[in-house]
Each structure stands twice: as C-alpha cells, then as structure tokens.
C-alpha cells in the first residue's frame, strides 16, 4: 500500500509529511539520479493508516522529485503520527513547478498548513518557515540515514509573531487600537 503523503515547498527546500500511525523504524532512503537530475524517495514501513483503522500494513512509497535534491542536508522527525522530512534543494534555489519529475503522474496532496507562495515567501523570509521550527528536527544523516525511531521535537513557534504580538490566543495591547470612552447619555 502506499501512504498518505502532503507536500510543500520553499525555494530551498521540500517538507514532506507521511501520515501513518505508530511506524516503527521505516526505512527511507533519499539519493539523487543523476542520469535523470532527479532526486529520488524510497519510503518502506509497518503502521497503522488513519484511513484502515486498527489494521497494520506494509507501506511502500517511490518519488523521483523534479529536479535533484541536498542528500547530505535532510532531517526528519518521527512521532507516533507522521514522519516529516525536510529535504534540502539542490542547485539553484527556486520553487518548482511540481513535485515530481513526470508531469501529468498523481502527486502527494498539497499541505495547505505549510505550503507558502513563492512572492510571499520573499516577503517574510526563508527562515521563517511557516512557523515551523527546524532546528528542533533531527538530522537524517546523523540518524543512519533516517533508520529507526525518532523522538518527537518538532512544532511552532508560539511565543511572538513578527510584530512583537503574542500568538497565544489573542492579540497584545500594542495591536489594540485606543479607544474612547462613550459618552453616557
């Protein structure tokens, strides 16, 4: 069977989520072609799927991405829901038209929570990453190339948004116009 995947992209990077319940060491392999200038995702595990329920499957999943990718600059995260990968670009940094070399093949769904548009990018940086942060991701590479569990660690920023505002439900006193009293009648 093949998993759920959604996908989104920066100009310099991929953000790959597999939805699969409770895997326990996949097996995920990321090379490049370089016949082909593609880079290349093998993904094999055992897990549940929000879609089957109770149920354990095997699961197989083979991507050649459009254009190639960093093999040395992937981390990935692990947790008892999804495994998310972030898989650097390689070459000039751009978005891509697709995600997968054959125009026309079904591709992963679009991650709509991630995906941010290449002028909107520009306008609130690279690093920002849609609230993702990356620094809490482990490194693929440092992971035997991603063999194994892996603790959690990854989630947004909830302290301050870019205007010094918190985001924890509700705006801060600076975002708050001034206002008048009315007067009583």
């Not at 008892?80 to 650097?88: D, S």
């Amino acid at each position: 069977m093949q998993p759920m995947v959604l996908w989104a992209q920066r100009a310099d990077r991929l953000l790959l989520t597999i939805d699969l319940q409770q895997c326990v060491d996949p097996e995920i392999s990321i090379s490049n072609d370089g016949a082909a200038k593609a880079g290349k995702l093998t993904f094999r595990g055992h897990a549940h799927s929000h879609a089957t329920g109770p149920e354990e499957h095997d699961y197989q999943l083979d991507l050649e991405f459009y254009s190639e990718v960093d093999d040395k600059d992937i981390k990935q995260d692990t947790t008892e829901r999804f495994i998310t990968l972030v898989i650097a670009k390689k070459g000039p940094h751009e978005h891509w038209p697709r995600l997968l070399k054959a125009a026309g093949k079904p591709a992963p769904n679009v991650d709509w929570d991630k995906w941010v548009d290449e002028d909107e990018e520009e306008e609130e940086g690279a690093d920002k990453m849609g609230g993702l942060d990356l620094s809490a991701l482990q490194n693929f590479q440092n992971m035997g190339g991603g063999m194994g569990g892996m603790g959690g660690g990854f989630g947004a920023d909830m302290s301050d948004d870019e205007e010094g505002g918190a985001q924890k439900g509700g705006e801060s006193d600076d975002d708050l116009p001034d206002l008048e009293p009315v007067p009583q009648k």
